[in-house]
Nanobody
Framework: VQLVESGGGLVQAGGSLRLSCVASGRAYNTDIMAWFRQAPGEERYSVARIDWKGKPLYYRDSVEGRFTISRDNAKNTVYLQMDNLKPEDTAVYYC??????????WGQGTQVTVSS
């Protein structure tokens, strides 16, 4: 079981990035998937969630209207389109399936840095 996040980078405020999360090892087609982020010194928390059919279930208030979560089950991939990025979006972004458990394995994440 492996989750590989990619697509992060350095972008100016107001810019866009598209993150990808490829799952391997088993199919995630029937799982609720989520994107999380963790800034230095802060806890990791969910910013967006999507059901197995591709319906977004949740956006954190601070990203609502700017981030869009989607998935391609044929490719076992979940995406996070991030527009109008702000410096406070700077964090390492991770994906995973829900619900989390004591045995949840995390990938390396992808760093997003937004300069002002």
């Amino acid at each position: 079981v492996q989750l590989v996040e990619s697509g992060g980078g350095l972008v100016q405020a107001g810019g866009s990035l598209r993150l990808s999360c490829v799952a391997s090892g088993r199919a995630y087609n029937t799982d609720i998937m989520a994107w999380f982020r963790q800034a230095p010194g802060e806890e990791r928390y969910s910013v967006a969630r999507i059901d197995w059919k591709g319906k977004p279930l949740y956006y954190r208030d601070s990203v609502e209207g700017r981030f869009t979560i989607s998935r391609d089950n044929a490719k076992n991939t979940v995406y996070l389109q991030m527009d109008n990025l702000k410096p406070e979006d700077t964090a390492v972004y991770y994906c995973n399936k829900l619900p989390l458990s004591a045995t949840t394995i995390w990938g390396q994440g992808t760093q997003v840095t937004v300069s002002s």
